[in-house]
């Protein structure tokens, strides 16, 4: 059974950077791509960082230069490093792995709140 569980969310002042970090459990050699979304209240959930197995990336027009997801194989856990971060950037964050077969996995999300 695979299980995602996020941390590092919280409270930043705009301009400010934040590092989530995603810890994947019982998903060891099964992996095809992971990923971070985030969703608004009343709003679809929205793709913003993508990495596929072969460790090439995509981002969301809204957050290209600013964010960037990475991965360690060895720690089995996926981060993303937002700077510059924006009032509407403000949402909750969901870690996701697509493994091998197909199954796409989510987290329980973390809470981000850009407001001074």
């Known amino acids: 059974q695979v299980q995602l569980r996020e941390s590092g969310g919280g409270l930043v002042q705009p301009g400010g950077s934040l590092r989530l970090s995603c810890a994947a459990s019982?998903?060891?050699?099964?992996?095809?791509?992971v990923g971070w979304s985030r969703q608004v209240p009343g709003k679809q959930r929205e793709s913003v960082a993508r990495?596929?197995?072969?460790?090439?990336?995509n981002y969301a027009d809204s957050v290209k230069g600013r964010f960037t997801i990475s991965r360690d194989n060895a720690k089995n856990t996926v981060s993303l490093q937002m700077n510059s971060l924006k009032p509407e950037d403000t949402a909750v964050y969901y870690c996701?792995?697509?493994?091998?077969?197909?199954?796409?996995?989510w987290g329980q999300g973390t809470q981000v709140t850009v407001s001074s």
């Open positions: 996701n792995l697509r493994a091998i077969w197909g199954t796409t996995y």
């Open positions: 990495m596929a197995r072969g460790g090439s990336t």
């Open positions: 019982g998903s060891s050699g099964s992996i095809d791509a």
